[in-house]
């Protein structure tokens, strides 16, 4: 089963706002990633966790805070975000991250903040 | 960095023709993947292909890593094929399992 799920499919928050985004696999993928696309343009990688730990981070300010509590949950927690982060937030997992390692996407939570 | 370039940005065809989508990248990579995104923004994994020739029914891809480029081709092309199609490559210099993505093809199929 090469599924990974993402909850809510939809956000609507306010700059006040706390939220969280939620990223589920069970595949076994030791590699999890999150992605941020704006409308029209391509995915951009934010995050990426290896074996539960965060191994990169690109620059993404801290309103934006990763956890990955288990090898099969990761979770962006939102804070204080502003109307420019409105964007499709795409979830990926790996078998391991690297070489040779094909990455698998989740339907995505599209989000709006007001 | 590396660059990826994908072409051509966009692509009307009429239903059942042929079409050939082409991606460039300026450095040697260790991963590359194709991808078409449906309306609704779901990523569907179309080929895991580094290096080689692959065929998956009516699409078919080939990367020639020596030459810095890969081809997506879509033979009889149906409506549902509408959509963007990335390429996606992972830069030989960072092992950390980060992907590239082009700007994408958007195609477009006719009935």
């Known amino acids: 089963d090469t599924e990974v799920t993402q909850t809510p499919k939809h956000l609507v928050m306010g700059m006040t706002n706390k939220k969280s985004l939620k990223c589920e696999q069970h595949m076994g993928h030791r590699a999890m990633y999150w992605y941020k696309q704006k409308a029209k343009k391509p995915p951009e990688l934010m995050f990426v966790?290896?074996?539960?730990?965060?191994?990169i981070n690109e620059s993404v300010p801290s309103r934006f805070s990763p956890e990955c509590p288990n090898s099969s949950l990761l979770n962006l927690h939102l804070h204080a975000l502003q109307p420019e982060d409105s964007a499709l937030y795409l979830c990926?997992?790996?078998?391991?991250?690297?070489?040779?390692?094909?990455?698998?996407f989740g339907p995505g939570t599209r989000l709006t903040v007001l | 960095g590396i660059q990826v370039e994908q072409s051509p940005p966009d692509l009307i065809l009429q239903e059942g023709a042929n079409s050939t989508l082409r991606c460039n990248f300026s450095?040697?990579?260790?991963?590359l993947q194709w991808f078409h995104q449906n309306p609704w923004g779901q990523l569907i994994n179309l080929f895991y292909?580094?290096?080689g020739t692959k065929q998956n029914g009516r699409l078919s891809a080939t990367t020639v890593a020596t030459e810095r480029y890969s081809l997506l081709y879509i033979s009889s092309s149906q409506t549902t094929d509408s959509g963007v199609y990335f390429c996606?490559?992972?830069?030989?210099?960072?092992?950390?399992?980060?992907?590239?993505f082009g700007q994408g093809t958007e195609l477009s199929v006719k009935p």
């Open positions: 990926a997992s790996s078998p391991l991250a690297g070489v040779g390692n094909e990455q698998f």
């Open positions: 966790y290896s074996y539960e730990k965060l191994s």
């Open positions: 996606a490559v992972g830069p030989f210099y960072n092992q950390g399992g980060k992907l590239i």
């Open positions: 292909i580094p290096s």
């Open positions: 450095d040697s990579v260790n991963n």
